[in-house]
């Protein structure tokens, strides 16, 4: 089946800085979502990205494709964007498949 | 309503016992889908729905969980003989087929 890796794992950062987290993929996917898992574990979308490029705010995402990648920018973070980051693919046969996610931690 | 529901929020039950975990998806949403999350770990894909069917129950961990969705609506995982392994998160989503999913709270589930 499709492999998801997401890079870093784990990112310690100050606030106000910027983060790239990088989401690769092992095959053609029919969709790409990312979501940020809250300390208190809710899953919240935060794009829905099978291609192009999105902007929300202070949150960013391109998805390319062809090149089986999709990174999601933070800007200027601040402390309540910790969480975790996970990155979701479904493959033609519309199972869903997750990689493990990159530990988010915004210091004051 | 407005979100994804689950319920219970939590449940604590002893081995051996069956517990079931209900979701309740977004009015309209055709597509279900149950995860499990252990602790600190990422996704697991257990099952999805579209409609009443689920074309693929691969990801069920054992015999001993089992899931169905009456109506097109509510769904309802069960499990079976708990064992404590099962002990996790269960997290349902929905979604308009092919467009994205959003998730309930989850229910805890505790194997003692």
């Known amino acids: 089946g499709i492999q998801v890796e997401q890079s870093p794992p784990d990112l310690i950062l100050q606030e106000g800085a910027n983060s790239t987290l990088r989401c690769n993929f092992s095959?053609?996917?029919?969709?790409l979502q990312w979501f940020h898992q809250n300390p208190w574990g809710q899953l919240i979308n935060l794009f829905y990205i099978p291609s192009g490029t999105k902007q929300n705010g202070r949150l960013s995402a391109t998805t390319v494709a062809t090149e089986r990648y999709s990174l999601l920018y933070i800007s200027s973070s601040q402390t309540t964007d910790s969480g975790v980051y996970f990155c979701a693919v479904e493959d033609r046969d519309d199972k869903i498949i997750f990689g493990k996610g990159t530990r988010l931690h915004i210091l004051p | 309503g407005a979100g994804v529901s689950q319920s219970p929020s939590n449940k604590v039950t002893e081995k051996g016992k069956d517990v079931e975990l209900r979701c309740d998806p977004i009015?309209?949403?055709?597509?279900l889908y149950w995860y499990r999350q252990s602790l600190g770990q990422g996704l697991e894909f257990l099952i999805y729905?579209?409609?009443?069917?689920?074309?693929?129950k691969s990801g069920l961990p054992s015999d001993r969980f089992s899931a169905e969705r009456t109506g097109g609506s509510v769904s309802t995982l069960t499990i079976q003989r708990t064992q404590q392994e099962d002990s996790a998160v269960y997290l349902c989503?929905?979604?308009?087929?092919?467009?994205?999913?959003?998730f309930g709270p989850g229910t805890r589930l505790t194997v003692l």
């Open positions: 989503a929905s979604s308009v087929q092919g467009i994205e999913q959003f």
């Open positions: 009015s309209g949403h055709t597509a």
């Open positions: 095959d053609s996917v029919n969709n």
């Open positions: 729905f579209q409609g009443n069917s689920a074309p693929d």
